[in-house]
């Protein structure tokens, strides 16, 4: 399929980047005022302003200046042109092309598999199949029960709690003997099928993947996040049983409770208790508490580490007081880890401090190398990465969310993210040697089996319950 965007700035065209990597022939009109554009560091602009052309070819794309839009629409004779639905000059000048179908969005409001499936949709009926990731036969196919996951997201091309937790909850699956498979709908950039601790992954746009669980028949779908509402609504159709995973209490999350799964999985108690009173569905649907799993000697690392380190370098997971800390600590050094989620402000790296791209190794390049945790959160729902760092007796600095408190109880030290002060008196003090450092360690240790032992609990009433709904 060939894609020609019009973009008001280079730095929103992630959506495209996927879908070329994908296999599908995108082509690039940035069409914001004095936008420099990818080949910037290579002396050539696409800024409007200076009217220069291209196209220059960067991640599989050609980018192309405005005023060569007409140029790129007769070289590259596209499939769909996107538009963004807030550009009036764009609009205006293609209004009315002949053959060409638009498609006017906000790739903001769309996953990437959403926007896949609306390109696809604008192409004449006989070549539609032929956009789309074929329909692969069933992977579960001669097994009495079938548990499928339709997600947006899988390990391990994408790391973030929610996607690690899902992940181990279909290992757990997986390891008792109940057939899994794991469906992505938002990754058109990962390949067609892969495997992950025993557990199989298939990559499928939103309506194949329909026509896969529909040919399937499973007898328990399991969703969470942008999936929600819509795999809830395949399973009631296909009269298989549904399962929701909540990961937080944040509005837009829970819109999808009103398609009433047949169970709830809620990842802490402090988010089942802050939405009862606003969404009555949580009190009448049956719900189970499973707490992010974290099984510590999968993550324990062998002690040495000697850097400060902040997993996910967003504003809200707290860059800025990372930063802060390592300026006043200078003799000390810093670590950064990419995230999975959120703009990621790796720029401007502290002198003392390294940041690395995100990893799937997190116990060999980020735990191993670490002496103290910084967890300066806005916003956690329950802090896996703390957790996991607990394993290896790492000392914690947090910003006091209830899910962090929930996760780390008394094994970490919490103080509020905008005191960087103290922030940076609480990590020098865990970074010395000494008795504080020590006790710091014991309690963490301490707390990571108390979590280890839960986790085996919680996930073995996991695989009851899905066992019951399948009947079985």
């Not at 819109?255 to 009555?280: C, G, H, K, Q």
């Not at 999975?340 to 997190?362: E, K, V």
């Not at 009433?461 to 899905?466: F, G, K, S, T, Y």
């Amino acid at each position: 399929m060939r894609i020609l965007a019009f973009l008001p700035a280079y730095r929103q065209h992630a959506h495209l980047r996927a879908m070329a990597a994908a296999g599908h022939e995108v082509h690039v009109v940035i069409s914001g005022r004095e936008q420099p554009g990818p080949c910037a560091e290579d002396g050539v602009s696409l800024s409007v302003g200076r009217g220069v052309g291209g196209p220059c070819v960067v991640d599989g794309m050609s980018f192309w200046g405005l005023g060569f839009w007409w140029h790129a629409v007769q070289t590259v004779h596209p499939h769909v042109l996107v538009v963004d639905e807030r550009d009036a000059r764009v609009l205006r000048l293609t209004a009315g092309l002949p053959g060409v179908r638009r498609l006017i969005c906000d790739q903001g409001d769309m996953d990437v598999g959403e926007f896949e499936e609306a390109c696809i949709r604008l192409l004449p009926a006989p070549d539609r199949d032929g956009a789309r990731t074929p329909v692969p036969p069933d992977p579960l196919a001669g097994q009495p029960v079938k548990v499928v996951a339709w997600i947006h997201y899988g390990v391990p091309y994408r790391r973030a709690g929610s996607e690690t937790m899902l992940h181990t909850m279909m290992r757990a699956l997986q390891d008792a003997g109940v057939p899994s498979l794991v469906v992505c709908s938002s990754m058109p950039d990962a390949p067609a099928a892969w495997e992950v601790d025993g557990v199989p992954y298939v990559r499928l746009g939103t309506q194949p993947a329909e026509l896969l669980l529909t040919r399937m028949r499973p007898d328990v779908i399991v969703t969470h996040h942008n999936y929600a509402a819509r795999a809830t609504e395949v399973a009631r159709r296909l009269r298989a049983r549904s399962v929701m995973l909540m990961h937080a209490d944040l509005d837009y999350a829970a819109r999808s409770l009103s398609a009433r799964p047949d169970l709830l999985v809620m990842n802490t108690e402090w988010v089942r208790a802050s939405l009862a009173p606003r969404y009555v569905e949580v009190t009448e649907i049956p719900t189970l508490i499973v707490r992010p799993p974290v099984r510590a000697e999968e993550h324990r690392a062998d002690p040495g580490g000697d850097r400060v380190t902040l997993v996910n370098m967003s504003a809200d997971k707290g860059v800025h007081t990372w930063r802060a800390v390592a300026g006043a600590l200078p003799h000390l050094p810093f670590l950064g880890i990419a995230g999975a989620h959120g703009q990621q402000l790796t720029m401007p790296c502290p002198p003392n401090a390294r940041i690395i791209g995100q990893t799937s190794d997190m116990r060999g390049d980020v735990w191993a190398r670490t002496r103290v945790l910084m967890m300066p959160s806005l916003y956690e729902s329950y802090g896996m990465a703390a957790a996991e760092s607990l394993a290896s007796g790492i000392p914690v600095v947090a910003h006091p969310t209830p899910g962090l408190r929930e996760a780390l109880g008394d094994a970490a030290t919490f103080i509020d993210r905008s005191d960087t002060a103290a922030w940076t008196a609480a990590v020098a003090g865990l970074y010395a040697s000494g008795e504080r450092r020590e006790e710091a360690r014991a309690a963490a240790f301490a707390r990571s089996a108390y979590l280890d032992a839960r986790a085996r609990e919680e996930l073995a009433a996991w695989v009851d319950a899905v066992r019951g709904l399948a009947g079985g």
